[in-house]
């Protein structure tokens, strides 16, 4: 045995070799620093005047505030400006107005603003480029974007949409979601929306109408949905995507089980039921 101990230690020195010339392999990334093939070229992009136009959404009583993307339509209301550009030099030109800032928020009211039209947003943006990484880049650059501004009752959310939920991918059903005027007074518009088998015909859920829900263009908030003994009594989110015909929902149920017409939180759903659609 003694014999065959030098060799045991040669080839463990061998063995211990090899793994050290050999780098971790999560350890070759070009995009990320700690790694020696890293490549800051790979996330230095060139000046950019790209923004992100977003329709606010206050919720809560005035406490609490969403900010949602719109890309070719929205709402009247307060709509934020925000260039993806940082440390800049900016200017914007919306009508006749100039701002200079990254992000800023306007109103649009219907005594500004004609319901159908479309107003369009440009935006100038100026930055020291990186020339090492972008040679042929001149620091300048100019987008513009445009917005629909629509009627309420003409949400994109405000449709029927055909889907599933993920737990249960081979039972589709329909779901209705409809912005309405529940007063007489027709001027109003469409300031209340409702829902239709939200929770695929568990429950009664026909024309479900949640005053403590929020809503804009393609989203939902449903805040204070336990205050209804029908439907699930649902809480969450719904979102729209508009280019791609679809709806997300992520909802937590709750039911009256015992049938004593009582509602506890404490019993609600603590994993969301996410369902998938596309518009019918």
């Known amino acids: 045995m003694s014999r065959l101990l030098p060799y045991i230690v040669f080839l463990t020195f061998i063995v211990g070799c090899q793994r050290d010339e050999n780098p971790d392999p999560k350890c070759m990334d070009p995009t990320d620093p700690n790694c020696e093939n890293y490549d800051p070229c790979l996330v230095e992009n060139p000046v950019s005047a790209d923004f ?59 005594s500004g603003v004609i319901l159908g039209s479309t107003i369009s947003f440009t935006l100038i943006v100026e930055k020291e480029p990186n020339p090492v990484c ?57 300031f209340q929306i409702r829902f239709s088998n939200l929770d695929n015909g568990k429950s009664v859920c026909s024309d479900l109408w949640l005053p403590e829900t929020f809503f804009s263009n393609r989203y939902a908030l449903i805040l204070d949905g336990y205050i209804y003994s029908f439907c699930g009594s649902p809480t969450g989110e719904i979102l729209v995507d508009e280019e791609a015909n679809t709806l997300r929902m992520e909802l937590f149920f709750i039911y009256d089980e015992d049938g004593d017409g009582f509602l506890l939180d404490e019993q609600r759903d603590t994993i969301p039921n996410i369902f998938h659609g596309r518009l019918k």
């Not at 900010?67 to 209301?77: C, D, K, N, V």
């Not at 940082?86 to 928020?105: H, L």
């Not at 939920?165 to 027709?186: L, M, Q, Y």
């Open 52 to 110: 992100k136009m977003e329709s606010k959404l206050t919720y809560a009583y005035g406490y609490d505030t969403i900010y949602i993307e719109e890309t070719s339509q929205a709402g009247l209301g307060v709509i934020r400006f925000t260039a993806v550009e940082e440390g800049a030099n900016y200017k914007w030109y919306i009508g006749a107005d100039t701002f200079y800032t990254r992000s800023f928020e306007l109103l649009f009211t219907e």
């Open 134 to 190: 972008h040679p042929n880049d001149n620091g300048k650059d100019t987008v513009t974007k445009s917005l629909k501004f629509i009627d309420r009752c003409d949400y994109s959310i405000s449709n029927k949409f055909y889907g599933s939920f993920e737990s249960n991918p081979n039972d589709s059903f329909e779901v209705k979601i409809e912005t309405f005027n529940p007063s007489a007074d027709s001027s109003l518009g469409c």
